[in-house]
Nanobody, 125 residues
C-alpha cells in the first residue's frame, strides 16, 4: 500500500516562497494521480492542485499563477512550488494519491484514497 510523507512546510512572510515535497513509498508514484490539499482551522479541506499520470495539471483559482505542481518520478516524489505566498495560504497542506477509475473532479477530496499526515505552512503579513 502506498504511503505518503510531506515535508517542506514552515513559516514565511507574505510574498515569500516555499517548496513542499511528498515522498511516495510502497509503490511507484508514476502509477498514481496525485494532488495537494490544504485545511485551515475551522475550514473544510480544499483542493489546491492535482497532477495526472500523463502530467496534466489542475489548480484552484486561488493559487493559479502562484503555485506549481510537479512530479519527479526518478525520486518518487511530488512537489508543490509555492510563490508569492499570502496570509490566506496559511494551512496544513496534505498530499494525496489514488489509482482507480473515478468520476470525481480532480480537486475533490473524494477522489483520493491515500493521504499523508500533512505539513504546516504559515504566512505572516
Amino acid at each position: 500500500q502506498v504511503q505518503l510523507v510531506e515535508s517542506g512546510g514552515g513559516s514565511v512572510q507574505a510574498g515569500g516562497s516555499l517548496r513542499l515535497s511528498c515522498a511516495v513509498s510502497g509503490d511507484s508514484a508514476s502509477r498514481y494521480y496525485m494532488g495537494w490539499f490544504r485545511q485551515a482551522p475551522g475550514k473544510e479541506r480544499e483542493g489546491v492542485a492535482s497532477i495526472e499520470r500523463d502530467g496534466y495539471t489542475s489548480y484552484a483559482d486561488s493559487v493559479k499563477g502562484r503555485f506549481t505542481i510537479s512530479q519527479d518520478n526518478a525520486k518518487n516524489t511530488m512537489l508543490l512550488q509555492m510563490n508569492s505566498l499570502k496570509p490566506e495560504d496559511t494551512a496544513m497542506y496534505y498530499c494525496a494519491a489514488s489509482r482507480g477509475a473515478t468520476s470525481y473532479p480532480r480537486l475533490s477530496r473524494d477522489r483520493y484514497r491515500a493521504w499523508g499526515q500533512g505539513t504546516q505552512v504559515t504566512v505572516s503579513s
